[in-house]
């Protein structure tokens, strides 16, 4: 069964940066779009950003500007660039990668804390 593993996740103080990365342990075929979610505490799970086969981008109004999410040059990969980090963006993020079948891989999460 093909995992998802994201890292990069940490501590930052308000105005900095991470990077995100998802990485998948096997093959993934026919994917059709890869996605970052984040779930913060006591709210519900929301759609950060989604990246299509493509190459289309779409993102939430609250992270557009500060966030880009791309794919790496190896298959199966997705990365999640946060700049002008906001306590607000505190929350666990998750990857997940869809396939043109309609089926999601999802990896387990990686926190990110914005505090001072």
């Known amino acids: 069964q093909v995992q998802l593993v994201e890292s990069g996740g940490g501590l930052v103080q308000p105005g900095g940066s991470l990077r995100l990365s998802c990485r998948a342990s096997?093959?993934?075929?026919?994917?059709?779009?890869r996605t970052w979610y984040r779930q913060a505490p006591g709210k519900e799970s929301e759609l950060v950003a989604r990246i299509t086969s493509g190459g289309s981008t779409n993102y939430a109004d609250s992270v557009k500007g500060r966030f880009t999410i791309s794919r790496g040059n190896a298959k199966n990969t997705a990365y999640l660039q946060m700049n002008s980090l906001k306590p607000e963006d505190t929350a666990v993020y998750y990857c997940?990668?869809?396939?043109?079948?309609?089926?999601?891989?999802w990896g387990q999460g990686t926190q990110v804390t914005v505090s001072s």
């Open positions: 096997g093959i993934i075929l026919n994917i059709n779009a």
């Open positions: 997940s990668i869809q396939t043109v079948t309609g089926y999601d891989y």
